[in-house]
């Protein structure tokens, strides 16, 4: 019964930070605990569940300026649309459904169903596909400016993050590609080095050289 009990923890706790917007921002911890709890439910209740998931690579955990802040994986998705459809996310007569998690529920199904809906769609070129270097040039600084101001990235911004941004506006390899030759005519340059938090998902969605050196930073250099 206790793994139960767990299971249904970590899947509240994934739904609320996926409806806080933790797949696509890094959420305050806080606010998350804020949203997750229960009733009369302590924060430490939830402290071996984070431990857990982020052990898992299902959410990554980070601070700065003493602000510890939560983001979901791939995947913690994957995790996440799993625990939904398993007949042990359940409750019995006795428990409360709050109302909070019951429209995060419906949010997440009807994200599915659009989703669905999509699939296999006449072909044409996406109203927001990015098809020169000129264009993705603009964006990819726009992006950079935007994700270095909103997260005190001091000039350093992960890879993984403007990659996540830009997203299917173009291919995963036309993304390194371009970024690439930004770097090739001096207007960012890759770094590699260490990423603290690093993850599988974050790796995936860095960038590997020709001579298999990862790159995990941009630093902007024209202005």
Known sequence: MPNSVDSKIKTRLLLMLWDLGGATDEIKQSDLMKSVKQGKEKVATYQPVLDELNEKGAIAITTKNRSVKVSLTDIGLQI??????????EYNARQRVRTKDFNAVLRWLRQINNNTKQVNPQPSISENQITSYDEFKSVALEVYDRLNRDFN???LVPIYRMRREIG???TRSQFSDWMLEMQANDLIQLIGGEMTDITPDKAEDSIK?????????????SF
Do not use: C, I, Q, W
């Open 80 to 89: 996440l649309e799993a625990s939904l459809k398993s007949p042990d996310f």
């Open 168 to 170: 299917e506006k173009v």
């Open 153 to 155: 990235y001091d000039n």
């Open 209 to 221: 050289t020709e001579l298999g050196g990862m790159r995990y930073y941009v630093r902007r250099l």
